[in-house]
């Protein structure tokens, strides 16, 4: 009995665990339509209410027909009218199998299979109903009749790439990209037509792409005929029932890279000549500043500016000027290597940088001045514009780098100011960059900016040397002037009166040496022994043309209440003969009211007589230089008399200036010069001093 009872326990206990493991739901019911048996599965897939299964257990049988299970699983499905009808047909038909697909209201779908049961002797005992939930294999299945659609109807490229990078499906775009028939590519793998994906690239890959479930890149994919082509790859991890595949759309974007290169080109690049421009010569330089840290090898800089570019475009017009400019920079790139750049700045100007040279700086200097020299001979070459044959030259100024962190704005002024060098010294040649030039640009930058404010902070001053005639009576004085500066002391004239001229500084310098000489005479008015001493001041050539420059003397004049005749003003050679018109005109003017002139340095120029008779002239002053040699050097001797000759021969004075001995004093007198000015009677002074050589009581002047 014990063994009996627990014979019929362990086979409802297996049925039961049998039910269980199945995946589907599982329900029988007997030929009276009464539920005999269901698993856990047909509870779940059915949603089953607990209250609606007391009295059930699973996998037992129970011997009572269910009308609300069956309720619940009516009211469950899509189309119940169908469902019953179907129900009914199987019940009345109970040799019929079935097998079907049932929709849920739910959305999901149910896949049903039912079968009869029948006794040893083929007796009908029931039906048992298999239910399995379908609806993740019905979407993919969906999915894939999509896809299948859109790969073949669409314009990407499709793939399906399995875990070995094998490509198991292809859509037509994929083959017509390539080239190639679909049996061809489905016989090949990845790595043979993406020129970037070897095996383990392909295992890296497969293995992120699991991990994300999708990625987007670009890569270069490889044609049938060998050419290469960009795509954009958006990949997807697939996983159908266990087979995993990679499904890649690739998309060809070789237009939106043409697109992306063309708008790097205008960027980047000069758009007359396709060379960088510079924006990207600033970050090459930058680079190659920083590889030259690094492998402690020399790079140069080269500055290149055309001669007289403006003239030809002037000229020839500016269609023929960007001919030039064009053909230029073909030469520059043919004179240097592969790595190194060229770029044009903007008009004339090109750079170049030179990578690579020797770790020994004398030897890349070597290296930079032939590639210079090579770059001068090219561009030397005449060039055939259009229908003119031109001829053109650079100045290149150059400058070395290397082994340390350097500005490379500092790099590009360096180049730049040995190019100014290079024009200086007569065009069409290269300079180097000197660091003794830097510091004389520097001290040139700072001294013009104090050069700007030493005016209103009253540091010039004006010095005198006195003027004698042949009896050595004073008969006049120069007024020079003198920059006491606070921290380097007296500044000479030779090293400020250019920067100022430059600077237009000259022009109120000038006005109030005019001024402050135009005062001195006033005082010098009350004195017996100094009123009539005539007052030269030195006028620069700016100052002179300017367009007030006579009414600023004559209102100097006026407001001094002074004596025309005891104002001098020095003009040079070089400054007359600019606009010789205008020039006898201010000249006739101030004449007019008394003023006199006297032509300094003279000599040095290269005036023809014509010109200076045509101008109202007082003096000639002889240069200094003419004077310095007068015992030793023959040539000056002669060339002193000559001018004291000329000068007596036009009706005009004679000074020379610079006498520092007797000797030269002498040989002045006996050649019938008349007024003398050096060392030899007086250096240029304080007004003091002066005046307590001339032995006078002056009162200061008022300024
Ligand atoms: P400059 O007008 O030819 O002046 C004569 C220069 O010769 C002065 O140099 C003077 O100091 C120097 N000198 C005079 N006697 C002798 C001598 O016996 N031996 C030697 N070795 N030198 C002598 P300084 O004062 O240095 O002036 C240089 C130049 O600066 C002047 O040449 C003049 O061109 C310019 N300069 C001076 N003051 C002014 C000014 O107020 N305005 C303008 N525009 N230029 C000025
Ligand atoms: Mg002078
Ligand atoms: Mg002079």
Not at 39 to 47: L, T
Request: aromatic share 8%; glycine share 6%.
């Amino acid at each position: 009995m014990m063994f009996m009872a627990n014979n019929s326990e362990l086979k409802t206990s297996l049925v039961k665990a049998i039910n269980e493991a199945l995946p589907e739901a599982i329900l029988v019911v007997n030929d009276q339509g009464i539920i005999v048996s269901h698993n856990r599965h047909f509870v779940e897939i059915w949603k089953i209410p607990d209250d609606h299964l007391s009295g059930f257990e699973s996998g037992t049988a129970i011997g009572i027909k269910n009308t609300q299970i069956l309720a619940k699983i009516v009211e469950s499905v899509k189309d119940p009218e169908s469902f019953l009808a179907r129900v009914r047909e199987l019940y009345e038909n109970p040799h019929l199998n079935d097998h079907c697909e049932i929709a849920l209201s739910d959305g999901r779908t149910l896949e049903r299979h039912s079968t009869t049961l029948r006794s040893n002797d083929g007796q009908y005992l029931g039906r048992v109903w298999f239910f399995r939930d379908i609806t993740e294999r019905k979407q993919a299945e969906e999915n894939l009749l999509l896809t299948r659609f859109v790969s073949d109807h669409g314009p990407d490229s499709i793939f399906w790439i399995d875990e070995q990078a094998r490509i198991v499906y292809v859509n037509e775009a994929a083959c017509r990209e390539r080239g190639y028939t679909k049996s061809e590519l489905l016989a090949m793998s990845i790595p043979e037509i993406d020129a970037n994906c070897p095996v383990d690239v392909w295992i890296a890959h497969w293995q992120e792409l699991k991990q994300k479930g999708s990625l987007t890149f670009e890569v270069r994919h490889r044609r049938k005929d060998g050419s290469i082509f960009p795509v954009e790859i958006s990949a997807n991890f697939v996983d159908f029932g266990g087979k995993e595949f990679n499904i890649a759309f690739s998309r060809d974007i070789t237009m939106r890279k043409q697109a992306e290169d063309e708008i790097q080109l205008l960027a980047f690049y000069d758009p007359l000549t396709r060379l960088p421009n510079r924006r990207l010569l600033m970050d090459r330089l930058q680079h190659a500043v920083a590889s030259s840290m690094r492998s402690c090898r020399n790079g140069a800089l080269l500055f290149i500016d055309l001669d007289h570019f403006k003239t030809l475009n002037d000229t020839l017009g500016h269609d023929t000027g960007d001919l030039l400019l064009q053909d230029v920079a073909q030469r520059l790139q043919a004179c240097v290597r592969q790595g190194d750049t060229v770029a044009r700045l903007g008009g004339d100007e090109f750079v170049v940088i030179l990578e690579n040279l020797s770790e020994n700086d004398l030897e890349a200097a070597t290296q930079t001045e032939n590639i210079g020299e090579k770059i001068l001979a090219a561009l030397n070459e005449p060039y055939q514009l259009n229908q003119h044959e031109s001829r053109s030259s650079p100045s290149i100024g150059a400058t070395l780098f290397g082994g340390r962190q350097q500005a490379i704005d500092e790099l590009l002024k360096q180049a730049d100011i040995a190019m100014y060098q290079a024009k200086k010294s007569g065009r069409n040649t290269l300079r180097f960059f000197d660091p003794k030039m830097q510091e004389a640009i520097n001290a040139h930058a700072a001294l013009e900016g104090e050069l700007r404010k030493a005016l209103e902070k009253r540091q010039f001053h004006l010095h005198y040397q006195i003027q004698v005639d042949s009896l050595r009576r004073p008969v006049g004085a120069e007024a020079l002037i003198r920059w006491l500066h606070p921290e380097r002391g007296l500044v000479s004239p030779a090293q400020f009166i250019p920067l100022a001229e430059e600077t237009g500084v000259i022009l109120p310098m000038g006005l109030w040496v005019l001024e402050t000489a135009c005062a001195q005479i006033k005082s010098w008015e009350s004195i017996e022994s100094t009123r009539n001493l005539v007052l030269s001041v030195n006028v620069s050539a700016k100052q002179f043309h300017q367009a007030d420059f006579v009414s600023q003397v004559q209102a100097a004049v006026r407001n001094h209440a002074i004596n025309p005749d005891l104002l001098k003003l020095e003009l040079t050679e070089s400054m007359l003969l600019e606009n010789i018109e205008d020039t006898i005109g201010i000249m006739n003017a101030l004449k007019g009211i008394g003023v006199g002139f006297s032509l300094d340095d003279f000599g040095t120029g290269y005036s023809s007589l014509q010109y200076l008779k045509r101008l109202p002239l007082s003096q000639l002053k002889i240069d200094q230089s003419f004077i310095r040699d007068l015992a030793v050097d023959s040539s000056d001797r002669a060339i002193v008399s000559t001018i004291i000759a000329m000068a007596q021969s036009l009706g005009l004075d004679v000074i020379a200036e610079g006498v520092e001995t007797a000797e030269q004093w002498r040989f002045l007198q006996e050649s019938g010069c008349n007024h003398y000015q050096g060392f030899l009677f007086g250096k240029p002074a304080p007004i003091e001093q002066l005046e307590s050589i001339l032995g006078c009581e002056a009162s200061p002047p008022h300024f």
